[in-house]
């Protein structure tokens, strides 16, 4: 009984330690978004490339659809847009832009001087959309399902690894969920 | 001999030179660190103000996730905090602008967690570790008061030897 006592202590800073050294290694931006799992909002913004034409929710054709938040201001969105040109070979996704409060015509040189990844760009400048769907920074990339259900929400850049690590599964079970919907 | 005092000279000008950079950028430090973004916001009546500052100290600011709203100087903090004031305007409840935020954000937003299954541990954790604290302190005690000077558990040879010592004096 005694002997049991006086390991206690170091069963206690064992598993202490164990608990902090798991914790090094945890990403503390990967927050659990609260929107998983609910409808994507509606909404009624203008497309980036034409201000005068509004857009909503039933304009992001696809059955797999990937909306990344995107801005000029944001440095790590400079360095996952050439991983976005490549994501889009992808034929089973599409790629759209949200636009998150940024400058019109700084956002509109941005596409042209890197390339545009996405079939259209949502213009929303004053972050009403992003607040809708719980944004909080960018880069962030959200995957929206075949019936219109927010299933992902990445924070942070894309690259290579990302992309077949956390994307790829997911869009394989949706493909596996559409199968089994459609016999 | 005059050139090496020279240089010592130059040196300890370089080194208070460098401790006056040092002093003023920490001073700089500390003062935007301890500086709270100022915004313009009017309010119509006091309550409403309290209740602004109120909430924006209860809300967590989701991308520095150790400050608060009101803290916090990120895009996104200034963002909230202007959404905070448009719904106030609105005259929205606290309850429902805490739900509006805990819809977008989780209750990650929250500085104080609501009490569910998974937060038990939270809340009741440290009652817990306290209470099984004070249990084993009494328990301790309890078994050192029945252990008596005269019913040391010794040997004879043990006993011989204290009483050595003890009359060696």
């Known amino acids: 009984m005694k002997s049991i006592i006086r390991f206690i202590p170091l069963i206690l800073f064992v598993l202490l330690g164990v608990l902090l050294y798991r914790g090094l290694f945890l990403n503390p931006q990967a927050m659990p978004s609260a929107m998983i799992g609910k409808p994507l909002p509606d909404f009624q913004l203008p497309m980036l490339k034409a201000t005068d034409k509004m857009v909503g929710r039933e304009d992001l054709k696809g059955n797999i659809v990937l909306v990344n938040v995107w801005a000029t201001w944001c440095i790590q969105c400079k360095y996952e847009h050439p991983y976005l040109l490549d994501i889009i070979k992808d034929k089973r996704i599409k790629l759209y832009g949200l636009n998150f409060t940024d400058d019109h015509s700084a956002a509109l040189r941005w596409l042209k001087q890197y390339k545009d990844p996405y079939v259209f760009s949502i213009f929303d400048e004053q972050g009403a959309l992003g607040l809708d769907i719980g944004v909080f920074g960018a880069p962030e990339t959200f995957v929206i399902d075949h019936t219109g259900i927010i299933r992902k929400r990445f924070a942070g850049p894309i690259n290579t690894q990302v992309w077949n690590n956390e994307f790829l599964p997911l869009i394989e079970t949706i493909e596996a969920e559409m199968l089994q919907g459609k016999s | ?169």
Request: with cysteine; glycine share 4%; net charge neutral.
């Open chain 2, 1 to 169: 001999m005059y050139n090496s005092v020279f240089n010592n000279v130059l040196g300890l000008k370089q080194v208070l030179r460098l401790a006056f950079v040092v002093l003023v950028l920490s001073a700089f430090g500390l003062t935007s660190a301890n500086a709270s973004p100022v915004d313009t916001f009017e309010f119509s009546d006091e309550v409403t103000e309290s209740r602004f500052h109120v909430l924006s100290k209860e809300l967590r600011c989701p991308k520095c996730q150790n400050q608060n709203l009101a803290d916090s100087n990120s895009k996104i903090a200034v963002d909230l905090r202007k959404n905070l004031y448009n719904l106030l305007q609105e005259g929205k409840s606290d309850q429902e602008i805490i739900d509006f935020m805990v819809y977008r954000y989780g209750d990650f937003v929250l500085y104080r967690p609501p009490l569910k299954e998974q937060t038990y541990i939270l809340w009741f954790g440290p009652i817990v570790i306290l209470f099984s604290f004070f249990l084993g302190v009494v328990f301790v005690l309890r078994k050192r008061s029945k252990l008596k000077a005269n019913e040391l558990d010794l040997s004879a040879e043990e006993q011989t030897n204290l009483n050595d010592i003890l009359n060696k004096k």
